[in-house]
């Protein structure tokens, strides 16, 4: 079974910085890309950020030079660096990792509960 827990979110004031982290554990093969979207209410869920196992990089538009992605392969863990942050931020962000589990012949998209991020003005 294989899980991904996140964990960082919380209440910042505009202009302010948020670090949420993202683990994947369990019975895992290999991880491919690992990445963030968020959901606004009354919102669909959008990429905020993706990067691949090897380190490539991929930003949504409304984000790029304040967010920055990255990961830690040895401990299957993906972060989401976010400076200067604004009230549009706010969002439900949830983790997402295209990994293969031991026993699987194919990949899978695994999400995370979510954490909830909130700028306030």
């Known amino acids: 079974q294989v899980q991904l827990v996140e964990s960082g979110g919380g209440l910042v004031q505009a202009g302010g910085s948020l670090r949420l982290s993202c683990a994947a554990s369990?019975?895992?093969?290999?991880?491919?890309?690992m990445g963030w979207y968020r959901q606004a209410p009354g919102k669909q869920r959008e990429l905020v950020a993706t990067i691949t196992s090897g380190g490539s990089t991929n930003y949504a538009d409304s984000v790029k030079g304040r967010f920055t992605i990255s990961r830690d392969n040895a401990k299957n863990t993906v972060y989401l660096q976010m400076n200067s942050l604004k009230p549009e931020d706010t969002a439900v962000y949830y983790c997402n990792a295209d990994l293969r589990a031991l026993g699987s012949y194919w990949s899978n998209r695994y999400w995370g509960q979510g954490t909830q991020v909130t700028v306030s003005t």
């Open positions: 369990g019975s895992i093969f290999s991880i491919n890309a």
